[in-house]
Each structure stands twice: as structure tokens, then as C-alpha cells.
């Protein structure tokens, strides 16, 4: 019996182990070994034992009311088909609590293995993905996440930093020079963020980092520590403040006179194009453009046509028109011989501001956005732009949850309800960027309702804050990047999302009772 015991918890140890290994490299690997360590918790049995554990901790069950609030909500959808695929992405909601928060507890030694082995998979999920840039694969920042989406991916970055800063502030695995090697693979993901240009990401990182530094200066005795972290956790929302009203400025400062002028340099009138305002480097796009001079000299320096897509599958003469604007030169046949050969490279490549190949991810990814907000601003196009569509699709949101602000939307039909939201509203929305809400909390209110939402954030916020103090470093981790994850994305709406959620909640809260707590004395 002690034997049959054993082997079940070595099945159950290594199923963890192999899904926290493949979260970040194959969903496939990861759904196999979910299915593995359900089936063994099948088998092992000791139904009575694992009742009484859910009888000493209800939230196991309170959690796992999200996922039955999509099932009673079944009653209220007509798409079935959807909301049966929904219920498979899900399932993970279900089974990793009732399995994992059931079974027998971990010590520390084999969290910290778990935890360990995971940081591993994002590593190499990463390393795998740094290497394809180098190689010169994938013409989008998003194509460096081979395995899971970008957003996905980053959240696990993010966690897996925070896991490696405690590893090293404690001791754990890495001491003396096997720190550096500790440092070498947080500096590795900090650069793989870069590349990636996830914002959530960023947002995470960057307010567990202050929450963390906040906990230290409230926590620790040491006064140096206290003071220090307090310092950082100070300066930090300053510094990037800093950054960003330096942004917002050098976005705005034009590169040249921006005056309108009557003729070319070889007598040809420029075109007369309606302004919308819309700059580069602070330098207006529609203004001094000559479509005759560009069509003559545009073949002279490369072989695509003007009236042809790029290799991003942008119309390369909006590209051409927005990277000259870029350098301040006139729209004509001079700034198109003004171009160097990397520039006309850069643009069929589909770069639209030189920039961009001379600073790194996150200044880039800055300039993004704010271009993005500036163009939504002037023009209300948001068509291809990943952050100011979202402000669309939130809007539509709201008005899908005051239709259906009792009872939602079902659980199948949010999709459908999008859709015609859209066709009824004529939305500007290119029917390819018809999403959904991008945020996990709205899709809650439209799907289910008033009752619905408030249950889901009730089973979400309850079992987390409930004995808070007790909760330890890792999960209070989890939980502040999971959450904040939730206003920007739909972050169970997938696979990847839904078994990130559902193991990290379920292995960092029930699986051990031993206290993995900031240290008072560090």
C-alpha cells in the first residue's frame, strides 16, 4: 500500500513537473500532462481523504465556481457549439483546483524544483525566440513567441524574473558565483520582454516590481533595506513618468519646418492632399507630396511597386510616405535619392519610422502607442493600431453589458453579440479587427451578467485575500501579474492563459502551508 502510495506521488510530482516545464514550449505537452496527474489522482483513490480536504478549504470551490458559472450559464446561450469549445479551453479552471488543491502537500524543496524547472521552460522558450531574431526570422516582434502568444509568454517572463530575484535574495539553488548565472538568465528575459514589446508585460513587471519594494520597506528591520526599497519604490514611478513625458515630447517636436511648399525641386506642383494631422517624429505625413515624383523615382531604387505591400503587408507607399516624413525630407523624386540603401530596405521591409531600427524595443514600443493614441485622436482610425483598439472594443463592451446587464449574454454568444454589435453600430472597425473586449473582467459582465460578474470576481478576489498575511511571495506574485494581466486581456480566453491561471493559483495556494514570506530580517 505505502509502495502504490509512493508511486502515485512520484506520477503526481512529475506531472508538475512536465507542465511547468512545457507551459511556455507546447500547449500540447502541457495538456497531455495535466491529463496525466488527473488521471493519476483518478486512480489513487482516498476519495474520503481528499473530500475532508475540501471541507477544510472552501475556497478550493470557490474558485472553482468560475468555471461552473460558464456551465449554469448554458442556459442562456444559443451558440452551443462555442460555448462548448469554451468549456474544453476552461477546463483547466476545474480540474487543476479540485486535483491539485486534493492532494498531498509540497514541501518547500519540491516547490522550489517546480518553480525552478519552470523558470527553465521560459527560458528556453525565450533563448529559442532571441535566437530566431538573430537568424533574421519573423518580420514582427510578436513572431519571437514560437510557442504561445507574446502577451502570454511575457506574463510567464514576468513571474519567472520575480522567482529568480527571490532564488537569489534567499539563497535558493544559486549561491557565490552561481548568482551570476541567476543574474545572466534575468537579464536574458529582460531583453526577451524587450523584443517582444508586450506592454502588458511591462505594466506587470514594472507594479510587482514597486508592490515588492513597497513590502520590503514596510517589512524589513534593517533600516538600510527599508529605506533603500522605499527609495526605489519612490524613484521608479518617477523615473518612468520621466520617460514617458520625455516621449510625449520628442513625439511632438518636429524634425523640420513643416511649411507648405508650391513646387519640387524639379518645378512639378506637390499635390493638393487633404491634412489629418497625422505626424512622424513630429513632422506632418500628408504635406509636400508629389505622387507623379514618386512613381518615376520609386523604381529607379527598388524592385516592389508603389502601388504593392510591403513585406509586412502594408501598402508600401503609406510605408515610403511616413518613413521620408520621418527624416523631415519633402514626398517628391529628392527625398526619394536622398534615401540610403538600408533606408529603402527599412521600407520594404515595412518599418515606417527610422527609428525603429535604431532604438530598442520598449522606446519603440512607446513611440508606438503614442502614435497610435495621436492618429485615434485625429483621424478615429484605430484599424491594425493593438492598443487603441482595444479602447474600441471596450466601448462596444459597455453597451453590450447594458443590454444585457441582468442576466449577460450566455456563456457562448459573446462572440456573436460582438459581431453584430459592430454590423449595427457601422462601426470603422475593419471586420478582420472585430474582437472582443480584451479585458477578462468585462467579458465576464457581458457573458453572464450583473449576478455572473460578481460571482467570478467574488471566486477570483476570495480565495486570494483571505488569511492575507499568510499568503506567500510567490502567490501574492502570481496574483498582482494575473490580475493586472485580466484589464488588458482576456487572459482565459485561450489554452495557454487558462492552465497559467489555473496551475500557478492552484499550486502556489493549497500545495504547501509552509510560508514563503518576504523575510523580515533581509
Not at 544559486?174 to 541567476?182: L, P
Not at 460582438?418 to 473586449?437: D, G, P
Request: net charge neutral; hydrophobic share 45%.
Amino acid at each position: 500500500m505505502v509502495k502504490r502510495q509512493q508511486v502515485h506521488t512520484a506520477i503526481y510530482y512529475i506531472g508538475l513537473l512536465l507542465m511547468a516545464f512545457f507551459m511556455p514550449l507546447s500547449i500540447f505537452m502541457t495538456n497531455a500532462s495535466m491529463i496525466m496527474i488527473a488521471v493519476n489522482w483518478v486512480l489513487e483513490g482516498r476519495y474520503r481523504e481528499k473530500l475532508q480536504r475540501i471541507k477544510g478549504n472552501w475556497s478550493i470551490l470557490v474558485f472553482c465556481s468560475i468555471y461552473i458559472v460558464h456551465l449554469l450559464w448554458l442556459a442562456n446561450t444559443s451558440n452551443f457549439a462555442y460555448a462548448a469549445n469554451d468549456l474544453r479551453v476552461k477546463l483547466p479552471l476545474l480540474v487543476l483546483p479540485i486535483v491539485i488543491g486534493t492532494s498531498q502537500l509540497l514541501s518547500t524543496k519540491r516547490l522550489n524544483q517546480i518553480l525552478l524547472v519552470f523558470v527553465g521552460g521560459v527560458f528556453v522558450s525565450s533563448c529559442i525566440g532571441v535566437s530566431a531574431r538573430l537568424l533574421g526570422f519573423g518580420d514582427n516582434f510578436r513572431d519571437l513567441a514560437l510557442f504561445v502568444s507574446n502577451i502570454r509568454l511575457s506574463l510567464m517572463s514576468c513571474l519567472s524574473i520575480f522567482i529568480m530575484l527571490y532564488f537569489v535574495a534567499k539563497g535558493i539553488f544559486f549561491r557565490r558565483w552561481t548568482i551570476i548565472v541567476a543574474v545572466l538568465v534575468v537579464l536574458q528575459m529582460l531583453v526577451f520582454m524587450s523584443l517582444i514589446q508586450s506592454i502588458t508585460g511591462y505594466v506587470c513587471l514594472f507594479v510587482t516590481l514597486v508592490a515588492v519594494l513597497i513590502s520590503v520597506s514596510v517589512k524589513s528591520k534593517r533600516k538600510l533595506y527599508s529605506r533603500l526599497s522605499l527609495l526605489l519604490a519612490i524613484a521608479l514611478p518617477l523615473a518612468v513618468g520621466g520617460l514617458l513625458a520625455y516621449c510625449i515630447h520628442d513625439f511632438y517636436e518636429p524634425t523640420c519646418e513643416n511649411v507648405q511648399l508650391e513646387k519640387t525641386a524639379r518645378g512639378i506642383p506637390y499635390d493638393d492632399v487633404q491634412l489629418d494631422g497625422t505626424i512622424e517624429n513630429g513632422n506632418v505625413v500628408c504635406m509636400n507630396i508629389s505622387r507623379q515624383e514618386l512613381e518615376q523615382a520609386w523604381p529607379e531604387r527598388s524592385s516592389i511597386p508603389l502601388d504593392s505591400l510591403d513585406h509586412r503587408g502594408q501598402y508600401i507607399y503609406y510605408t515610403l510616405l511616413r518613413y521620408i516624413t520621418s527624416l523631415g525630407l519633402t514626398k517628391d523624386a529628392e527625398g526619394v535619392a536622398k534615401l540610403s540603401p538600408d533606408d529603402i530596405k527599412n521600407i520594404e521591409s515595412g518599418e515606417t519610422n527610422y527609428r525603429f531600427v535604431r532604438n530598442g524595443g520598449l522606446i519603440n514600443r512607446i513611440y508606438v502607442i503614442i502614435w497610435e493614441f495621436d492618429v485615434y485622436r485625429k483621424t478615429g482610425d484605430c484599424n491594425g493600431h493593438s492598443v487603441t483598439q482595444r479602447v474600441e472594443f471596450l466601448r462596444y463592451g459597455m453597451k453590450l453589458i447594458g443590454r444585457n446587464f441582468f442576466l449577460g449574454t450566455g456563456e457562448g454568444d459573446v462572440n456573436d453579440e460582438y459581431q453584430s454589435i459592430y454590423e449595427e453600430e457601422n462601426t470603422n472597425l475593419r471586420q478582420e479587427y472585430w474582437h472582443r473586449a480584451h479585458n477578462q473582467f468585462v467579458t465576464f459582465f457581458i457573458a453572464f451578467g450583473v449576478f455572473g460578474f460578481l460571482i467570478c470576481i467574488f471566486a477570483w478576489f476570495y480565495p486570494a485575500l483571505s488569511g492575507f498575511r499568510s499568503r506567500n511571495y510567490y502567490f501574492l506574485i502570481f496574483f498582482l501579474i494575473a490580475t493586472i494581466s485580466m484589464f488588458s486581456d482576456d487572459t482565459l480566453e485561450t489554452s495557454t492563459g487558462a492552465v497559467f491561471v489555473a496551475y500557478f493559483f492552484s499550486l502556489l495556494r493549497w500545495t504547501t502551508d509552509e510560508k514563503q514570506g518576504i523575510n523580515d530580517g533581509q
